[in-house]
């Protein structure tokens, strides 16, 4: 697989400002409709098979949609300015800022899948399972369905009846801010497992921890197939290790005899869980954030050497095809930006690694294919939790929809990754053989260990060797 992640309310955006902490309408927000024929087609020519449209389930939020039904969260619960992604706010509903009319919101999602699938695309969302908002309430939820806490005795720490934990003492946000108006009686544990009634703001403050009892185990398969059935292809797992494994092992595959061909994809970080992930659970793939991308990071700034790489590759073994690799997503700083790579001209001998190194699958994330820096950020991440609009986004954005050449610089980023993207998608680079090529090079002239890398991909017609440098400088050797 190939995927594309998208934050859904970034892509289309056609604001040409991006404030610091702006409102909505001074920074706008991108539409579900913005995913026309022609955007389709633009992630298909970079060799994706699949969109991971991330931030659809509603979520917290600081907008006021009363009229249907929807009022805002007090801003004391929502991060930032738009409210983040993971602090799902009802879990049968979809974001009403995503969509041109907020009370189709539904349909407006069932067509976005239909023009996926048609533009022959699959269609991957995320499944947040550890925590919610709040402030949840589902006004969406099919007849019959009980809400989270609905039921709970509020008066125990912890139940396995309850879906979520409480503490004796009433919620105080001092910590985060003076003089909140939010009261919460008695405090729900926060999501990040902080059970106390004081989070700090580097805590997940805005969301509770979801107590895993029999009880939250039905609700949360309920909610899978409810999305299953709405024809997604797969399901990203956020923070898959903070909830117990046994769930997976139960509801994995209920959901898999009901709808045989969805996949799921597990944020996981322990190497040490890979195996029972994969084969005891049935993840389809899991983050190789702990292999790939923390020494491809380390190789690039000096804090570790290529020879890792090696190691990966030998730890990893059979599993190889159910690992995900990627050099950005919403959680991590900007390939390009000044934190990590400073440019993408540095960055084409990671990128090529991860992107062909073995039958693993690859990932993108919106705006990368450009270069985007999240130069507006003080952190180099492109923010989840603010309405903002990258610049690479918008070259992007009226490159697709209008027609604009893209700057050079950018223009030639996109030719790179559609190149590459058109080549790891071939039959030798997609299903044929690799052999690390490290352990034969030992002294050989020119080749540095330490920033360079080198494989060989074959199958019984050809092959091809992959020389990656790391470095800053050219090399030169008699590989």
């Known amino acids: 697989m190939t995927i594309y992640q998208v934050f859904t309310r970034l892509f289309g955006n056609d604001k040409a400002v991006c404030i610091p902490n702006g409102t909505k309408q001074q920074n706008g927000c991108g539409l579900m409709q913005d995913f026309t024929a022609k955007a389709l087609e633009h992630i298909r020519a970079l060799g994706c098979t699949h969109i991971w449209y991330t931030g659809i389930i509603e979520h917290a939020s600081k907008t006021d949609y009363s009229a249907i039904g929807i009022p805002a969260d007090n801003p004391d619960v929502v991060k930032g300015e738009a409210g983040s992604p993971y602090a799902i706010r009802d879990y049968y509903d979809v974001d009403p800022d995503l969509a041109k009319d907020p009370s189709k919101r539904i349909h407006e999602f069932e067509r976005l899948v239909e023009r996926t699938h048609k533009a022959g695309l ?39 009846d309850n879906n979520f934990y409480y503490l004796p003492e009433p919620l105080c946000l001092d910590n985060i801010l003076q003089g909140s108006t939010y009261q919460e009686i008695p405090a729900k544990a926060t999501g990040n497992d902080r059970f106390t009634s004081m989070p700090s703001k580097d805590d ?112 990893l073994s059979e599993i190889q095809d159910n690992m995900l690799n990627f050099l950005e997503n919403h959680d991590e700083q900007r390939l390009s930006s000044a934190a990590f790579a400073q440019s993408a001209s540095r960055a084409w001998g990671a990128v090529a690694y991860a992107m062909l190194f073995n039958t693993a699958s690859w990932m993108l ?12 950020s003080d952190d180099c991440r492109t923010s989840i939790f603010n309405w903002c609009h990258p610049s690479g986004l918008e070259h992007l954005g009226k490159f697709i929809h209008g027609g604009t050449p893209l700057p050079e610089k950018e223009g030639d980023i996109l030719a790179r990754y559609r190149r590459l993207g058109t080549l790891a998608r071939t039959p030798l680079f997609r299903t044929g053989g690799v052999w690390d090529l490290c352990y034969c090079n030992q002294d050989t002239p020119g080749f540095d260990l330490d920033h360079c890398t080198a494989f060989m991909r074959y199958n019984g017609t050809e092959a091809m060797i992959v020389l990656c440098n790391f470095g800053p400088g050219v090399v030169s050797t008699d590989l």
């Open 365 to 376: 994330y919106a705006g990368q294919e450009v270069g985007e820096d999240a130069s507006e």
């Open 122 to 160: 699959k269609v991957i969302i995320d499944f947040v399972p550890n925590h919610v908002a709040r402030q949840y309430h589902s006004d969406a939820k099919p007849k019959g369905v009980r809400d989270l806490g609905e039921d709970d005795d509020t008066t125990l720490p912890s139940s396995p």
């Open 204 to 315: 997940w403050y805005e969301t509770v921890k979801l107590n895993y009892g029999p009880n939250t185990y039905h609700k949360m398969l309920d909610i899978l197939m409810y999305w299953a059935s709405k024809g997604i292809d797969g399901f990203r797992c956020d923070m898959a290790e903070m909830v117990p494994v046994e769930f997976w092992e139960w509801a994995l595959p209920q959901v898999k005899e009901r709808f045989p061909n969805i996949i799921f994809i597990a944020e996981v970080y322990g190497r040490e869980n890979y195996r029972r992930y994969i084969n005891e659970v049935g993840f389809n793939l899991l983050y190789d954030k702990s292999g790939v991308y923390d020494i491809l990071r380390g190789v690039m700034n000096g804090s570790c050497s290529a020879r890792n790489l090696s190691w990966n590759w030998q730890f």
